[in-house]
């Protein structure tokens, strides 16, 4: 299966420079409802992940994958817009090839955003959470199969997987454009159910913040290969039991769409500052 999937991530990368793309300097992988942050990309070459053979097919209706290449105020970025998801019962290195394709194109950075489920009491749908930490809670890792040892080490250091300097530097962005940021670890689980109260319980205790289904694969990822992670979740909920009203994929889509303005903001201003170097 590894093999087989090194291959397809090669395919993918050699697909994306065959359109020109240069090196991008940041990538993003780009969740629910923030899909608008591709459309700022300027001078975009697009290339489907249906064109690119062997690569993992959605099961979710309209999030096709869409690799976009470009630039975002003058710096160069390769943007994945409709990711894949475990529940949608992708092996974990297959799960593992969207962000090996752009993480083999060469960016030091990776900035991801997923929607979450909010455990703290006071976290509030619309809220956003740098994610300084996650727990993987699905006993699987798209690291497992062979090792290709060019990507990265067989057993890679986790200790800073969010990189400190790049959530200061969001920090920063935000308290310039006024807006509050949250701070905590992200629970990664399998779905595609949303929790029961007691495993809400449970996560609270085992020190969650927020919980998901996504963005702990390709962090991952990035962090095997050694690039800079950043990770913002849009609350877009209070996790199940907590606001005594059931959970519903349409409030998480509202939400999303809603605080999805907000967090493009801040993705481009901190896309921007790499441009300076700053
Ligand atoms: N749980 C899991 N995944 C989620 C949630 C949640 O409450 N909200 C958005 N994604």
């Given at each position: 299966m590894s093999l087989e999937v090194e291959e397809v991530a090669r395919a993918g990368v050699a697909r994306i420079q065959a359109t020109g793309a240069g090196r991008p300097d940041v990538a993003l992988i780009l969740g629910s409802g923030?899909?608008?942050?591709?459309?700022?990309?300027?001078n975009a070459i697009r290339v489907p992940a249906?064109?690119?053979?062997?690569y993992p097919p959605s099961t979710?209706?309209?999030?096709e994958g869409v690799f976009v290449m470009g630039r975002i105020e003058g710096v160069s970025v390769a943007v994945l817009s409709g990711r894949i998801h475990g529940y949608e019962g992708h092996s974990p290195p297959v799960l593992g090839i969207p962000a090996r394709i752009l993480c083999a194109l060469g960016p030091k950075t990776l900035m991801l955003t997923n929607a979450a489920g909010g455990i703290v009491e006071d976290f509030r749908p619309g809220d956003l959470m740098l994610i300084s930490d996650h727990l993987?809670?699905?006993?699987?890792?798209?690291?497992?199969?062979?090792?290709v040892d060019e990507w990265g080490p067989r057993f890679p250091d986790m200790?800073?997987?969010?990189?400190a300097d790049l959530r200061a530097q969001a920090r920063t962005e935000a308290a310039t454009l006024g807006l509050g940021l949250r701070e905590g670890v992200y629970a990664w689980v399998p779905g595609p159910q949303y929790e029961t109260p007691a495993e809400i319980r449970m996560l609270r205790t085992l020190g969650a913040d927020a919980v998901g289904m996504s963005t702990v694969p390709e962090a991952t990822i990035a962090s095997h290969m050694g690039l800079s992670v950043l990770a913002v979740s849009v609350i877009s909920n209070q996790a199940a039991?907590?606001?005594g009203k059931r959970l519903s994929h349409d409030e998480v889509l509202a939400a999303c769409a809603t605080a999805g303005q907000k967090l493009g903001e801040l993705l481009v201003r901190l896309v921007a500052s790499f441009r300076t170097g700053g």
């Open positions: 923030l899909g608008h942050i591709a459309d700022r990309v300027e249906s064109d690119m053979p062997g979710v209706e309209g999030h993987n809670l699905t006993t699987r890792s798209p690291l497992q199969g062979v090792n200790t800073e997987v969010y990189s039991g907590m606001s």
